[in-house]
């Protein structure tokens, strides 16, 4: 089975304050996204990533940026944590074009 | 209007009790649907995934998809305590999913 790991759980940063998400899949998967959960919005796109050093903007790009050096590792970056980012942020991989996703345990992080 | 519409709950049943829960879409270039189960603090996990009209069944659940009312529809029969999550619908006809806002299930033993 696919394994998608995000490396944090739980996060408290300050506003301000530039946060890493990381997340690591371990089946040589091409695309990986970033999505954050928000109560009654359910999952949003903020950025995926089709291959090593290629990103698109999903639907709410403001205020993150992604980076994939490698294949396996897709990185979520809060340039300037505000507290409008306080949420659950989910990481998932993708093996082909309309297969379902296989999603990490997520990332519950709060903006002080 | 939001490209999926899903039913928000919650919803509390009792134990043995038939759920069921419902999606709407817009988007009629969606070929391939999916149902997740999040739990509590955790990411979704794949429950169903069908890619035609018509009804599939894996064990107490049963995923219905009709095309031409863009409507999809999960059930679970003989409910559990074990199946109160959160559902999650996601549909695509290419690499990016699109979810409702999900519905919240609790199962009373």
């Known amino acids: 089975d696919v394994k998608v790991t995000q490396s944090s759980r739980y996060l408290v940063k300050r506003t301000g304050e530039k946060v890493f998400l990381e997340c690591v899949q371990d089946?040589?998967?091409?695309?990986m996204f970033w999505y954050r959960q928000d109560p009654g919005l359910g999952l949003r796109l903020i950025y995926f990533?089709?291959?090593?050093?290629?990103?698109e903007k999903g639907d709410i790009p403001e205020g993150y940026s992604v980076s994939r050096e490698k294949k396996e590792r897709f990185s979520l970056i809060l340039e300037s944590a505000s507290t409008n980012q306080t949420s659950m942020y989910l990481c998932?991989?993708?093996?082909?074009?309309?297969?379902?996703?296989?999603f990490g345990s997520g990332t519950r992080l709060t903006v002080v | 209007q939001k490209e999926v519409e899903q039913d928000p709950g919650p919803l509390s049943v009792p134990e043995g009790a038939i759920v069921s829960l419902n999606c709407t879409y817009s988007n009629s270039a969606f070929q391939y649907f999916m149902w997740y189960r999040q739990y509590s603090r955790k990411g979704p996990e794949l429950l169903m995934y069908t890619y035609s009209s018509g009804n599939k069944e894996d064990g107490r659940f049963t995923a219905q998809v009709d095309k031409s009312s863009k409507y999809i529809s999960l059930f679970i029969r003989d409910s559990q305590p074990s199946d109160s999550a959160t559902y999650l619908c996601?549909?695509?006809?290419?690499?990016?999913?699109?979810f409702g806002a999900g519905t919240t299930v609790t199962v009373r033993a």
């Open positions: 089946m040589d998967h091409e695309n």
């Open positions: 998932a991989s993708l093996e082909v074009r309309a297969a379902p996703y296989t």
């Open positions: 990533s089709y291959d090593v050093k290629m990103k």
């Open positions: 996601a549909m695509c006809n290419d690499y990016k999913l699109s």
